[in-house]
């Protein structure tokens, strides 16, 4: 089968790495890190969806092929919907996991005990996009509950706090495997995939 070169517009290696390992082996995948002249997209959306529209419009009209864009977060019901679309920069610093999900604990230790289990979900907007214009959207969640202790080493982010629906575990102690398919991200790539399969 002919391979297919997708730019991934991200600089986070562990996202890149998650949507390479989910993609079938006919795609070569390439990030920003491939490409330092383009400049980075200002995330200014107040969406999940908009955030990866922008990023993907926005690599495309400098770079030529297709280009996958995603943006993504955790939504926990009890503090409406936050973290959200500031997931990787809520505790202030962008990508510091570890104060992203102590102040997450902090924030939910502060409710009223009956608000507990706390509810959540993992949202995942992707934007396929050429030529600066948006080609497709898909849209994957995975549901589940935060849970107070963290527990697991894979994963990254909010991975250690987040027990996936009908799972025992945290999905950061889930093996590789099974995260990439259960994931969020797994669930929008597939969308993707079937896309792409429909289009040729």
């Known amino acids: 089968m002919q391979r297919t070169i997708l730019t991934i517009a991200t600089g986070n290696k562990h996202k890149a790495q998650e949507i390479a390992a989910i993609l079938p082996p006919h795609f070569e995948v390439r990030t920003l890190a491939d490409h330092p002249q383009v400049p980075e997209v ?7 969806a908009e955030n990866a529209a922008l990023k993907a419009c926005g690599v495309s009209a400098a770079l030529p092929g297709l280009v996958l864009a995603d943006d993504s977060g955790l939504c926990v019901d009890a503090l409406g919907g936050a973290p959200g679309v500031i997931s990787a920069r809520y505790a202030g610093q962008h990508g510091n ?6 102040k997450l604990l902090a924030d939910l230790a502060a409710l009223p005990a009956d608000t507990a289990p706390h509810t959540a979900r993992f949202m995942c907007a992707m934007c396929l996009a050429e030529g600066g214009h948006v080609l497709a959207e898909f849209v994957g969640k995975v549901e589940g509950c935060i849970t107070p202790t963290p527990a697991g080493c894979g ?15 945290t999905m950061a102690e889930l093996p590789a495997e099974e995260k990439n398919r259960i ?10 995939i079937a896309y792409l399969n429909r289009a040729q």
């Open 97 to 102: 996991d570890a104060a992203n999900n102590a």
């Open 155 to 169: 994963g990254f982010g909010y991975d250690p706090l987040f027990v996936p629906q009908g799972y025992p575990c």
């Open 183 to 192: 994931s969020h991200r797994a669930d929008a790539l597939q969308q993707f």
């Open 42 to 48: 200002e995330e200014t959306g107040t969406t999940f």
